[in-house]
């Protein structure tokens, strides 16, 4: 796998200690997110973003394609097991994460979604199930808000290969003009919306797919 041996962005970890933790399975992203299991097969490497209580999707996609090079994506392993657990309310949800943090997956790495350790051209699929960019609704605002999305299409640009697709859910409606906005950055990507209810709010699936080499 395509590794840069480049440091984290350690000091942009500050705000995963404010964000709550969740299980997902994988047929909860195969439902949100909109994929098949055809597609798990054809994708030799996808990237989880935001991995969840025990890396629950790398685990199941393994028995769906066991070549594919999954690499989960969990800035809370970055935290002192103090600060992660304490992200989680649950007690039997805090030993479940204990047992992930000490039994991870073998492409594990604490990264943050705009400052990936990839390389440029080098997964077929990035998923993000709520994650980001969820949580920036929350965490910030005006400027950073852009920046930090900015950063996220533009790193998500640089990591997909020809062919490849992103796809993150929720988007809330604020995000999604910011994202219209900045989709000039990503010239080499098509971006599109669908939307999506979500409880009582209306939010979007965003899906983001690498042009091919020409196409």
Excluded at 74 to 96: C, H, M, N
Excluded at 105 to 111: L, N, Q, T, V
Aim: no cysteine.
């Amino acid at each position: 796998m395509g590794f840069e041996n480049t440091p984290l962005n350690r000091p942009g970890f500050g705000k995963i200690k404010e964000t709550l933790i969740t299980p997902r399975s994988y047929e909860d992203y195969k439902n949100i997110l909109l994929f098949t299991d055809d597609d798990v097969r054809k994708w030799r490497a996808i990237v989880d973003l935001g991995s969840g209580i025990e890396q629950e999707f790398a685990k199941d996609a393994k028995r769906i394609n066991p070549d594919a090079t999954i690499i989960s994506v969990d800035p809370g392993l970055a935290l002192s097991e103090e600060e992660d657990l304490g992200r989680i309310p649950d007690t039997q949800l805090q030993r479940r994460r204990l047992h992930g943090r000490k039994n991870p997956e073998k492409y594990s790495i604490a990264a943050l979604s705009n400052n990936l350790p990839l390389r440029a051209d080098s997964v077929d699929a990035i998923l993000a199930l709520y994650s980001v960019p969820g949580y920036l609704e929350d965490d910030f605002d005006g400027e950073k808000a852009y920046d930090h999305i900015e950063g996220l299409l533009r790193q998500t640009d640089h990591v997909l290969a020809e062919g490849g697709t992103a796809r993150f859910f929720p988007v809330a409606p604020a995000q999604k003009l910011m994202i219209e906005r900045l989709a000039t950055v990503v010239s080499s990507s098509t971006v599109r919306f669908i939307e999506k209810e979500s409880g009582d709010q209306k939010n979007y699936l965003l899906l983001m797919t690498k042009h091919e080499k020409g196409a």
